[in-house]
């Protein structure tokens, strides 16, 4: 069974400070992928990694991917309080073309203070 | 980037009844949609995956004559929740791929609460 790990669960970080996620899982994958969720809404994609090593910035995020290892890390640079919202990855498996059933790690509530 | 809608957004009804939720890829075709759920505070959870014009499949511990999936064409799946009770009250999200990209897209989600 696919099980997928975020840490921290939660992280209360002041603005202009950098801070690192992480997400690990427990069976082989290419498929990764990052959301945000905002209360009361749903998903917003940030960013999908695809082989080892990829690395997407946008922004004052930064995602990684070390399949190897079974990791992936969203990092934040000179955090600002609009960053503040629920920060999701999942692991893709069973692939259909392009379409993936997603597992979900447990989530990281990031809030940042002034 | 591809939308996906969803309706209603919030639906009310009372234990017993049943509720239909639309799943609809807006501009792109896709041949396979999902269904999460997820309750306050905790992570999505897949519940099926449903296939244009085939059986949907459920994942372990998913009541399939509960949950009612329909995917009738290539733009829309359904999904009923039949004779709801308290315990169905959830936040349910769909979500879908276009055919030429890995990116999955999430719809808005549907609040609903039965009483």
């Known amino acids: 069974e696919l099980k997928v790990e975020q840490n921290p669960l939660f992280l209360s970080m002041q603005e202009g400070k950098n801070y690192t996620i992480y997400c690990n899982y427990s069976t082989t994958s290419d498929r990764l992928y990052w959301y945000r969720q905002d209360p009361g809404k749903s998903l917003e994609s940030l960013f999908v990694l695809l082989s080892n090593g990829a690395v997407k910035q946008e922004g004052r995020l930064m995602a990684s991917l070390d399949t190897k290892a079974r990791l992936s890390t969203l990092h934040i640079t000179a955090a600002v309080h609009d960053l503040s919202a629920t920060y999701f990855c999942?692991?893709?498996?069973w692939g259909s073309g392009t379409a993936s059933k997603l597992t979900f790690g447990t989530g990281t509530r990031l809030q940042v203070t002034l | 980037g591809a939308v996906v809608s969803q309706h209603p957004s919030r639906v009310i009804c009372k234990s017993g009844t049943s509720v239909k939720i639309e799943c609809r890829s807006l501009d792109f075709q896709a041949t396979t949609m999902f269904w999460y759920r997820q309750f306050p505070k905790q992570s999505l959870m897949l519940m099926a995956t449903?296939?244009?014009?085939?059986?949907?499949?459920?994942e372990q511990g998913v009541e399939k004559d509960k949950f009612l999936i329909n995917h009738a064409s290539l733009t829309l799946s359904t999904l009923t929740v039949t004779s709801a009770h308290p315990e169905d009250s959830s936040f349910y999200i769909c979500?879908?791929?276009?055919?030429?990209?890995?990116?999955?897209?999430f719809g808005p989600g549907t609040r609903l609460t039965v009483t």
């Open positions: 979500s879908a791929n276009s055919l030429e990209s890995y990116e999955q897209y």
């Open positions: 449903s296939n244009e014009g085939s059986k949907a499949t459920y």
């Open positions: 999942a692991v893709g498996h």
